[in-house]
């Protein structure tokens, strides 16, 4: 019987209780993420401090105490700094009963030393979605009599509201919140820091970033310095950068306990020889490799041992889907995202909508490049590229003038890049076809390009209208659900093609347009052809912004006060005759037409009429724009006719001045054309929709978007097709990027990311860029966290950044530091939020008046002050 009740003893404390090196399977709901990582590094032979894990059931009888509590209802109700501060109080006076006490002290003596760190571990934390960086409270240098008020102390850190905001912006539930606490033999620390297993400035997953100082971590950690940066290349096993800082002080063990900040000695030299270097930067590749993804590791150095504090993954950073990725030291391929360089937005296309604009762009001749990665387009996941090695090698000069005189910031970027690394040796096969596709393109529209330029454009531009009203009145129709999704799919492609073929006659206003620039070349006057063909007749776009500005400024419109108002005002049709008769022409031309409007998943205006009136509030009413670019037009015509007049070509100039404004806005039909479409294949999808979710197969009419057009018409033909699994499968690569808010436009196959690089001007504050991005805003000067309120939009200024500023985060649309490392909790947060950061900037506080209107340039390092 004694025995029995030992055996049974045993199972509890191993349930409250989990040494480092346990051999059982820790829970991660009950040891937490850190906790967990702890245990199966030192388990794999990481030199890992002897520890152990207080689990969640170890404080199972605090938190239902505290949840019994008065104070725990009120907070439920509303999260403030008082509600969280509260419950604070009442967690840090919870006691020990005697057999906790017993179980810590026989877990305590087991381990080496007298002095040990105190963290958390939630369940939460730590992870591939929530880092919760630096969020819990940390106790350092913790003796054995003060270990159970420094266990209060961390577990109380659970409800502080920068952890609780946290959770909110990450849709993580508070009803229920568990913690675990390690206690770990503490380190004398000579010098410690972060290590991330990729470069979290470029992404290069090639590439590790060291940040290192003299004595304990948590000054690295909390942005109390600027460390040294190492960036290690793991391929080559070099160190290809070092950046020495001045690191003044440090923080250390104190001799009666717990931990004080003094100077440093020899505070320019570096913290890490190069041996030590490369040593912790193999640290964090072995980390990766053992986890199978990038890492950020927690390190510190005392003697000649290298002992590895704590690892998590990184959250901040660009995957690269599977199927773009080279291995290691192979050549690498070199991709430009299309989505971002041409469609205006950056979130990935819907599964259905990327298979409808795949096939979009497989069907103009002028875009049918070879799919693949012996091709020049790529088509994953929501996302489309071109393949850049490709596309130079196998149209030469063409496709170069396709990358570098899009945009110039492109052309900056791919300045900086060494495409020696990325060309391939020969053009693949497949290229080498498609320069006379898109010769045959060509010569297929040029007989109606050249009948405009030379003959009546009159008669060629009826003809392109005559076909294209025929169109876009079938695409007004509401679609014959009779047909499958493929059928309808089949038609709009057909439709759509017969119309593209026509497209000469945008052509020959494009050509116009060049021979314009061409006879003005280098007269000065570059302003005005760009003038005359503002406001083209033939642009819907340009016809859509006049409809919404008529809108806008009625009187009626004016008095609406909400969306809501507007929407039910509309439905019941409680405005004028007149408003609703304009109304009804923009819905019956503009309807389809909205933000992100060529992915079928998107809301249409027709559809939101709270988002349209919102959109034509913000229209400024106040200045005629339209007026104003009439005047520009026609000085713009006048100043070129003097010119023409002079040099004595007159009649050539009239003539290309008259295609050039009939025709140029025709370039705008093609999109136009397709979101009508798009527009029809959405009332299909939605209708069908709604007969799955009738029949059981779907939850939600609107989940058809996560199918593509081959599985929809497969489950209209076979019941048995499981459509909710096959939109499982489907999203699972939409998973793994959801965290990605801003695509870069150049990445490489190992995650390298290239931007402009711009140069500081005079005048401008050059320091190091720690989170990419550019943002322009407020400044808020702010010395602490509770200094003063933050407006969103506004961006933050401020001496460093430690974890209690997080809250301040959310309304911030950037951040400038004076000191701060890359990998400090600061910018981890940063970069999780998607806010551009720069730090090394001593005195900016002083330098950057409050209130200011500034510039940050996270992608180099640049804050300028706008005047």
Known sequence: MQVKSLVLLFREVSKMIINFDSKEEALLSQVGGKGKALIETANVGFNVPAG?????????????????????????????????????????????????????????????????????????????????????????????EGLEAA??????????IRVVDYKKRNGLALENPRIAVILQEQIDSEVSGIAFSLNPNNNCYDEVMINASFGLGESVVSGRVTPDAYVVDKVKGKIVDKKVSDKASGLWLSPEGGTESRDNENPGETALSDSWIMAVADLAAKCEAHYGKPMDIE???????????????????????????????????????????????????????????????????EFSFPEGMDGITLFYHG?????????????????????????????????????????????????????WDILKMSLSMMPMM????????????????????????????????????????????????????????????????????????????????????????????????????????????????????????????????????????YMHNFGSRGFKEIDVATLRAYEDLAGFFERLKDINIGESHFLEIEKRKEQGFQELLKVAQKDGFEKKYRRQVEVCQALFGYREEKKYLIVMGVDQMRRAALAKGEMFVERGRLELREHIFDLNIGQISRAEEDASFDMEAARKENLEPYEQVSKVKHWPMLIDSRGRIFQELRKSEEGDLLGDPIARGVARGRARVMLSPDEKHLEPGDILVTVATEPSWTPVFANATAVVMEVGGALQHGAVIAREYGLPCVSGLPGVTSIIPDGAQIEVDGNNGIVRLLG
């Open 299 to 365: 390190w510190t150095l005392n003697g000649e041992e290298l002992y590895l504090l704590q690892t998590r993954p990184i959250t901040s950073y660009i995957p690269l889907f599977e199927e773009m990725l080279t291995k290691p030291g192979e050549r690498k391929n070199l991709y430009m995202d299309l989505v971002v360089m041409t469609q205006g937005f950056s979130e990935s296309f819907s599964v259905m909508g990327f298979d409808i604009w795949k096939r979009l762009f497989s069907s103009m001749d």
């Open 450 to 585: 050249i009948r405009a330029m030379l003959f009546d454009y009159r008669k060629v531009e009826a003809e392109y209208l005559e076909a294209s009203v025929i169109v876009k009145d079938h695409f007004r129709q509401e679609p014959v659900l009779s047909k499958s999704m493929l059928e309808l799919t089949d038609e709009f492609m057909g439709l759509f093609s017969g119309v593209v073929k026509r497209m000469g006659v945008a052509l020959a206003g494009m050509n116009a347009d060049r021979v314009l620039k061409k006879m003005f070349k280098g007269k000065g006057v570059d302003e005005y052809i760009t003038a005359i063909n503002m406001d083209s007749r033939s642009n819907p776009t340009s016809a859509m912004g006049k409809q919404m500005f008529e809108l806008a400024s009625s009187l009626e419109f004016q008095e609406t006060q909400t969306g809501e108002e507007f929407a039910s005002r509309i439905q019941e049709g409680k405005y004028s005759d007149v408003f609703l008769a304009d109304y009804k022409k």
């Open 151 to 160: 266990i209060a102390s961390v577990y109380a850190s659970m409800y502080d």
């Open 52 to 144: 152990l894990v207080l689990t969640a059931d170890f404080f199972s009888g605090w938190l239902q105490e505290i949840q019994d509590s008065q104070a725990w209802s009120v907070f439920l109700e509303e999260q403030t700094r008082e509600t969280c501060e509260n419950l604070k109080d009442l967690a840090r006076m919870r006691t020990l009963t005697p057999e906790q006490r017993n179980m810590l002290e026989a877990g305590v003596a087991a381990l080496p030393g007298t002095s040990f760190a105190v963290r958390s571990s939630s369940p939460e934390e730590d992870l591939s979605e929530t880092s919760f960086a630096g969020q819990y409270d940390t106790m350092l240098g913790v003796g054995a």
């Open 383 to 435: 996302r489309q590229y071109f393949h850049v090695p490709n596309l130079l090698k196998g149209l030469g000069k063409m496709g170069g003038a396709m990358i570098y005189n899009y945009d110039g910031s492109i052309r900056r970027a791919m300045d900086s890049i060494d495409l020696a690394e990325y060309m391939p040796d020969k053009k693949p096969p497949r290229v080498k076809k498609a320069m």
